[in-house]
């Protein structure tokens, strides 16, 4: 009996900091971790100012009251999938991401930041 609460208390003690890093690793910005980005791939170089951007105009729509939780939530899913995306075609091409997947992937950011222009200047057909 003692062991099994051994054991127990163990793997509690080791799932803790597991989540808790998953989390702050994986960004975890408005609300929700990105599971699967990867620990040792942070995103294509050519991609990495555009998401920057697009996380600090959401940040910045969240403090000016120009976008509320469900909106921030909603761009930050949607920039996690581009993340996920990003992750996926490492996996299948490495670092040279073909013309066609890096197009497609700088399109889905374009939409964004589109997107979120829209909402700052208070066009509620923003998606």
Known sequence: MLKSMLVAA?????????????QAWGGGDYGRPSW?????????????DEKAHIRAEIREGLNEGWLDRGQARDFGNRLQWIQRREAR??????WRLPDWDQQSLQSSLDQIDRAIDQARDGDDDYR
Do not use: D
Request: charged share 10%; hydrophobic share 40%.
């Open 10 to 22: 163990g793997l509690a003690a080791l799932a803790v900091p597991a989540s808790a890093s998953a």
């Open 89 to 94: 075609e490492f996996q299948e091409h490495g």
């Open 36 to 48: 699967g980005y990867g620990y040792g791939f942070a995103g294509y170089p050519q991609f990495r």
